[in-house]
């Protein structure tokens, strides 16, 4: 499986994007307002759980590698956590500092969100960003997004509780 945009190219994870994923786990510029750095053993095992063949049914994560066509540099990775409810779907995203600003977070979300809403009858997606990742509401907000509920001290970063901001996208909705 493969997507492609003006810009960039996304397919599927494979065991040759170990350093990729774990540089997108440890790196402090990305994770600063995501999580707070987790250990090998803990990004391993996410890893290998995204390296499991992943079908609309199978309830297992799908992770897609971002990469720039004109470099062939990979960006980051994008895609679904694994979730019980049929039509609703959660996303997520992490990009590599050096490919901040560029617009590749909105042009590859965009991509894989289309490609999901074709395939697949996705009646919601969720996303949950902590507070003060503006730059990520932002993203999500381009793609459609919309900010539905606050839920006040809901996560720990660096031992600070923030908000969580979780948005919705409707797939039902026409523009």
């Not at 490609?115 to 997606?125: P, R, S």
């Not at 960003?129 to 660096?158: D, M, Q, R, T, W």
Request: charged share 20%; net charge negative; aromatic share 10%.
């Amino acid at each position: 499986m493969m997507l492609t945009t003006a810009r960039l190219t996304l397919r599927l994870l494979t065991a040759d994007d170990w350093p990729l994923f774990f540089a997108l786990h440890i790196n402090s510029q990305v994770i600063e307002k995501c999580f707070d750095k987790p250990p090998e053993a803990q990004i391993r095992a996410k890893f290998n759980e995204r390296l499991k063949p992943w079908r609309p049914a199978s309830n297992q994560p799908l992770c897609m590698v971002i990469s720039e066509n004109s470099s062939g540099k990979p960006v980051g990775v994008t895609g679904f956590t694994a979730s019980q409810l049929a039509d609703i779907q959660e996303v997520g995203y992490l990009l590599l500092p050096e490919f901040y600003g560029r617009g590749y977070a909105t042009e590859s979300l965009n991509a894989f969100l289309t490609w999901a809403k074709g395939e697949f009858n996705i009646q919601l997606i969720k996303a949950v960003v902590s507070a003060g990742n503006i730059g990520s509401e932002k993203v999500l907000e381009k793609c459609g997004f919309k900010l539905v509920k606050v839920e006040p001290l809901a996560y720990e970063i660096g031992g600070v509780l923030i908000d969580d901001h979780y948005y919705l996208l409707d797939c039902t909705e026409k523009i």
